[in-house]
């Protein structure tokens, strides 16, 4: 009874303490503006920046000019709440997503993301061993993507709102040769929550291709739908497991697809 008791007491300390570590960690993640930044308030997003202003300067004018195309694709005809927050380090902008342990956790290729409709974003002034100058600022579009997709679908899932951001943005055309060195995601895989794990299946590489595939298949109204919905029954009559399939089909012939689109232009 007694040994009951005192593991019950240890128990419950190393579980109180693990809750103050969370907790702690998580304490940058409370207030995206960081002391002193300043503001930049354009007619389709505002724009936050600590000390590297001409790079601010910079994302702002291409964010501000490029958005309005970005929302009326996905359907909105004014302004919305879509704020961008420039942090001159990479590791400041981590840590505003994953707290203290961000910086820690060796991910050099990460330089945005968003938290609703809170865009956050390396300077591209310090872009890091990964990405270049250019780079970074154009993944500001992609965040601002995904922040006009938060406000369709709040709970989007992951592979959806990845392929919409990288369709509308920065995906790239695969050539041959890399397509068909890749190994490509099972449904389950497609399913995840896990931006590590959606990297590691190649999902950059890849996500649009599905968006595009859905787009030139039953057209672009009914993708809107499904980011709203995520109900494949009720948008095109078919599980989502059949278009999973749909999509691979549509993958592995992606070379005749290319061929075909480049003959068309
Ligand atoms: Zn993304």
Same mark, same amino acid.
Request: charged residues 20%; hydrophobic residues 40%.
């Given at each position: 009874?007694?040994?009951?008791?005192?593991?019950?007491?240890?128990?419950?300390?190393?579980?109180?303490?693990?809750?103050?570590?969370?907790?702690?960690?998580?304490?940058?993640?409370?207030?995206?503006?960081?002391?002193?930044?300043?503001?930049?308030?354009?007619?389709?997003?505002?724009?936050?920046?600590?000390?590297?202003? +001409?790079?601010?300067?910079?994302?702002?004018?291409?964010?501000?000019?490029?958005?309005?195309?970005?929302?009326?694709?996905?359907?909105?005809?004014?302004?919305?709440?879509?704020?961008?927050?420039?942090?001159?380090?990479?590791?400041?902008?981590?840590?505003?997503?994953?707290?203290? !342990?961000?910086?820690?956790?060796?991910?050099?290729?990460?330089?945005?993301?968003?938290?609703?409709?809170?865009?956050?974003?390396?300077?591209?002034?310090?872009?890091?061993?990964?990405?270049?100058?250019?780079?970074?600022?154009?993944?500001?579009?992609?965040?601002?993507?995904?922040?006009?997709?938060?406000?369709?679908?709040?709970? !989007?899932?992951?592979?959806?709102?990845?392929?919409? +951001?990288?369709?509308?943005?920065?995906?790239?055309?695969?050539?041959?040769?890399?397509?068909?060195?890749?190994?490509?995601?099972?449904?389950?895989?497609?399913?995840?929550?896990?931006?590590?794990?959606?990297?590691?299946?190649?999902?950059?590489?890849?996500?649009?291709?599905? !968006?595009?595939?859905?787009?030139?298949?039953?057209?672009?109204?009914?993708?809107?739908?499904?980011?709203?919905?995520?109900?494949?029954?009720?948008?095109?009559?078919?599980?989502?497991?059949?278009?999973?399939?749909?999509? !691979?089909?549509?993958?592995?012939?992606?070379?005749?697809?290319?061929?075909?689109?480049?003959?068309?232009?």
């Amino acid at each position: 009874m007694k040994k009951t008791k005192v593991l019950f007491k240890v128990l419950l300390g190393v579980i109180v303490l693990l809750l103050v570590f969370v907790i702690i960690n998580f304490i940058p993640t409370w207030n995206l503006k960081t002391k002193g930044m300043r503001r930049l308030e354009g007619n389709w997003v505002d724009v936050y920046y600590e000390s590297e202003i +001409a790079a601010a300067k910079d994302i702002f004018q291409l964010a501000d000019t490029r958005a309005k195309d970005l929302a009326d694709r996905l359907g909105f005809t004014e302004k919305q709440n879509i704020n961008i927050y420039i942090y001159d380090n990479q590791s400041t902008m981590q840590m505003k997503k994953y707290g203290f !342990i961000g910086p820690l956790l060796g991910l050099d290729w990460y330089i945005g993301d968003n938290i609703g409709t809170n865009v956050i974003l390396t300077s591209p002034a310090n872009p890091g061993k990964v990405h270049n100058y250019d780079s970074i600022k154009n993944a500001v579009l992609h965040e601002m993507v995904h922040g006009y997709a938060s406000i369709l679908n709040p709970k !989007i899932q992951l592979w959806l709102t990845e392929g919409l +951001a990288l369709y509308l943005s920065n995906g790239e055309v695969l050539n041959s040769k890399y397509k068909n060195s890749m190994h490509l995601p099972s449904y389950t895989d497609i399913q995840t929550r896990n931006p590590i794990k959606f990297s590691n299946m190649g999902g950059y590489s890849l996500a649009h291709t599905y !968006i595009e595939y859905i787009c030139v298949t039953y057209g672009w109204d009914k993708v809107l739908e499904l980011i709203k919905s995520e109900n494949y029954e009720k948008v095109f009559g078919i599980s989502g497991e059949e278009m999973y399939s749909g999509w !691979i089909n549509y993958f592995e012939n992606y070379d005749k697809y290319i061929e075909l689109s480049t003959i068309n232009i």
